[in-house]
């Protein structure tokens, strides 16, 4: 019944790394987002999709690699993992891109790099 | 980049008072959104309101709209204790396909 899930909830892993957050949406939405929120609460877009067709791409590292295989699914695959990446990184899918309307969103994951 | 900015950071009150946040935001909009963040989880979608409404009710929630003044405000009446959380407003401010996210306003309602 969850709209929006996010595997794993808890990430915690040595610096260098690699990882892969996966999240799906059973709304059926057209957008799906990635967003980063740091210790203070900011919450900021990394990347958005559209019916797997990127369309944001937020000045991110190019160790981020988001991955859409479906309209339902957006993953995020994060290489050689840095301290500074240590955040929650919360999933979220909304109906189209263009009206900008509400956005669902999962659970979060929170990355502890050590 | 940061458009919205709440005000205040933060706000206790005792169980049972109205709560209002406010929102500032710095270019032209189509609409604003509030959202609910409890600790520990991610944000809730509680209101939307469009560039053309002034005003808009939801249970407990009262949302305003002053674009004159690029502003917004969020009042939370007769507060209960599982309305302690962060509050964020969000904008759609321009063609750029993504929501401009203020920083939030933690709000602790006290028994």
């Known amino acids: 019944d969850t709209a929006v899930s996010q595997t794993p909830k808890y990430l915690v892993t040595q610096m260098g790394n690699d990882k892969s957050i996966k999240c799906e949406q059973n709304?059926?939405?057209?957008?799906m987002y990635w967003y980063k929120q740091d210790s203070k609460k900011f919450l900021k877009i990394m990347f958005s999709?559209?019916?797997?067709?990127?369309?944001i791409n937020e000045t991110v590292p190019n160790r981020f690699s988001p991955k859409s295989p479906d309209k339902a699914h957006l993953n995020l695959h994060i290489n050689s993992l840095e301290l500074g990446d240590s955040a929650v990184y919360f999933c979220?899918?909304?109906?189209?891109?263009?009206?900008?309307?509400?956005?669902?969103f999962g659970p979060g994951t929170r990355l502890l790099v050590l | 980049s940061q458009q919205g900015e709440e005000d205040p950071q933060a706000l206790s009150i005792q169980e049972g008072e109205n709560a209002t946040m406010n929102c500032s935001y710095k270019?032209?909009?189509?609409?604003l959104q509030w959202y609910r963040q409890n600790s520990g989880r991610g944000l809730v979608h509680l209101i939307l309101?469009?560039?053309n409404e002034r005003e808009k009710h939801s249970g407990r929630l009262r949302v305003t709209l002053d674009t004159s003044k690029k502003s917004s405000s969020l009042l939370i009446t007769a507060s209960r204790a599982a309305d302690t959380a962060s509050y964020f407003c969000?904008?759609?401010?321009?063609?750029?396909?993504?929501?401009?996210w203020g920083a939030g306003t933690k709000l602790i309602i006290k028994p």
């Open positions: 979220a899918s909304s109906q189209d891109l263009g009206s900008l309307g509400a956005q669902y």
């Open positions: 709304l059926g939405h057209d957008t």
């Open positions: 999709y559209n019916n797997k067709e990127l369309i």
């Open positions: 270019t032209s909009i189509n609409n």
């Open positions: 309101i469009r560039s």
């Open positions: 969000a904008t759609d401010a321009g063609s750029n396909y993504q929501l401009i």
